[in-house]
């Protein structure tokens, strides 16, 4: 796994777990993921009038999530307070894309799948955060 090689790497200190770091970058990832694709495919979707605001979660969701992987990848000159505010802010986007795609998921299977990632990422969030917090 590239993310876990490469945090593993990191010639100086990290004041966090680095199997912790990884995961959580990891998750990111894949929400970040989930939320673009599940954006295209509501695109494709014959009720995408009614979707918009599903599309608009998504994307949002999608580039605070890739950015939290890319502040939680970069280790020198660590700021604490700035990767806990992008934490907290994404956490709160993952809840709201999460209770978006829930409202269409009986009917789309990518809202449920994207709900699901969502809310694994935003509670990943909040459990790095707080690991942040005690150390």
């Known amino acids: 796994m590239p993310v876990l090689e490469m945090i ?6 990290i004041t966090l777990d680095r199997d912790l770091m ?12 989930a939320c673009t694709a599940c954006a ?6 014959p009720d995408v009038a009614l979707l918009g605001k599903c599309i608009r979660t998504n994307l949002d969701c999608a580039d605070i999530c890739a950015t939290t992987a890319k502040v939680l990848s970069r280790h020198t000159g ?5 990767s ?3 934490l907290r802010s994404c956490a709160v986007a993952c809840k709201t894309c999460a209770d978006e795609c829930a409202v269409h998921a009986d009917r789309h299977a990518h809202c449920r799948v994207c ?11 909040e459990n790095i955060m707080d690991a942040m917090i005690t150390s």
């Open 115 to 125: 709900a699901e990632a969502c809310r694994t990422c935003a509670a990943t969030c």
């Open 78 to 82: 660590y700021d604490a307070n700035m």
């Open 84 to 86: 806990v505010a992008q």
């Open 40 to 45: 295209d495919a509501c695109l494709s979707e």
């Open 22 to 33: 990884a995961d959580a970058v990891s998750v990111l990832i894949d929400c970040a993921q």
């Open 8 to 13: 593993r790497t990191y010639p100086a200190d």
